[in-house]
């Protein structure tokens, strides 16, 4: 098993997608409220789909993590599951980034609000680098065990699960 298959490997991973998604979700919700106030009218959609996948990613984020530990081998605990989670979510948050960044670049764009817009789709970024990452080590995973079985649990050293 190599070291990126490990738990504590893993875990720290999650630990970073966790940190991105809320310091994007603070920008994003930053700039979603000023919007709002001042031009007196919802936020622009890219940036509601920011919040949203932001929102989004903290729930995929508490099962990836809480559902390994609790259910080990299970239905839930699926290794394709957690790949197609993982994909879903990559993909939103390279269309939220990709979103924000149109956005901002196409609109005469100064103060703190256009840094902050700026700053969450560069992060929103890191975040869809973060989730390739973790996406590819699943796809790995689910390559490296197909037919062996009906069923295709994911691996405990994979998910922070007990071992």
């Not at 991105?20 to 936020?43: C, D, E, F, K, P």
């Amino acid at each position: 098993m190599a070291f990126y298959e490990t738990r504590g490997f893993i875990l720290s991973l999650r630990v970073v997608q966790g940190l991105l998604t809320l310091l994007v979700l603070g920008l994003s919700a930053y700039v979603a409220n000023w919007w709002g106030g001042y031009w007196n009218a919802g936020a622009p959609s890219s940036v509601a789909f920011m919040v949203f996948v932001a929102v989004i990613t903290l729930i995929t984020l508490a099962y990836l993590i809480l559902v390994p530990m609790r259910y080990g081998e299970s239905k839930l605990n699926h290794a394709g599951v957690i790949a197609g989670i993982e994909g879903l979510t990559m993909i939103f948050w390279f269309a939220s980034f990709v979103a924000l960044a149109v956005f901002v670049g196409n609109r005469v764009c100064f103060g703190h609000v256009c840094s902050a817009a700026k700053a969450a789709a560069a992060f929103g970024a890191f975040e869809w680098l973060a989730f390739s990452a973790t996406f590819a080590l699943s796809i790995l995973y689910v390559w490296r065990n197909r037919g062996v079985g009906g069923s295709v649990a994911a691996d405990p050293k994979m998910n922070m699960s007990e071992a």
